[in-house]
């Protein structure tokens, strides 16, 4: 349960660099802060998202094929 809240200084354009990662990490920003502050790894697979669409439509044709 998420019931404190935290509150830093923190120059704009490392603010926009924590943003960016965030997004890039597909996490919010609470998430991405929190996950690298207690020292827990962070993945990001550029074109995952590609991937994963051209497996739902090789698994529909599939399906369509032989179902």
Same mark, same amino acid.
């Given at each position: 349960?998420?019931? !404190?809240?935290?509150?830093? !200084?923190?120059?704009?354009? =490392?603010?926009?660099?924590?943003?960016?990662?965030? =997004?890039?990490?597909?996490?919010?920003?609470?998430?991405?802060?929190?996950?690298? &502050?207690?020292?827990? $790894?962070?993945? %990001? %697979? =550029?074109?995952? =998202?590609? +991937? +994963? !669409? $051209? $497996?739902?439509?090789?698994? #529909? &044709? #599939?399906?369509? $094929?032989?179902?």
């Amino acid at each position: 349960m998420k019931d !404190r809240k935290m509150s830093i !200084r923190i120059s704009e354009s =490392d603010l926009q660099k924590i943003h960016n990662k965030a =997004d890039k990490a597909n996490l919010t920003l609470t998430e991405y802060i929190t996950k690298a &502050c207690l020292g827990k $790894q962070i993945f %990001v %697979v =550029d074109g995952l =998202d590609e +991937i +994963i !669409r $051209q $497996q739902k439509l090789k698994s #529909n &044709c #599939n399906t369509l $094929q032989y179902g």
